[in-house]
Nanobody
């Protein structure tokens, strides 16, 4: 089993910044790709950014130049630095990770953290 815990969400004014964290725990041998997704009310869950085991990154067009994903392998933690936030960034942000554990490959989701951008 792999547990993912997101933190760092909250209420921020337009133009502000937040940093989300996704901490993984469990009997993890290694973590492969990790992605941040978001889901606004009434909308589907979409990929925001992901990062591979070697550090390669991918971003949704809507966040390029504003968001930065990074990882600390020693801490099994992935971060999402969000700058120049806009009201349309408001959503629940979820972390997803593919990991190798004692029982094989596991695909896990966190419980989500709310991000609200409003004045």
């Amino acid at each position: 089993q792999v547990q993912l815990v997101e933190s760092g969400g909250g209420l921020v004014q337009p133009g502000g910044s937040l940093r989300l964290s996704c901490a993984a725990s469990g009997r993890i041998f290694s973590i492969n790709a990790v992605g941040w997704y978001r889901q606004a009310p009434g909308k589907q869950r979409d990929l925001v950014a992901d990062i591979g085991s070697g550090g390669s990154t991918n971003y949704a067009d809507s966040v390029k130049g504003r968001f930065t994903i990074s990882r600390d392998n020693a801490k099994n933690t992935v971060y999402l630095q969000m700058n120049s936030l806009k009201p349309e960034d408001t959503a629940i942000y979820y972390c997803n990770a593919v990991a190798v554990t004692a029982t094989g490959w596991v695909n896990s989701w966190g419980q989500g953290t709310q991000v609200t951008v409003s004045s």
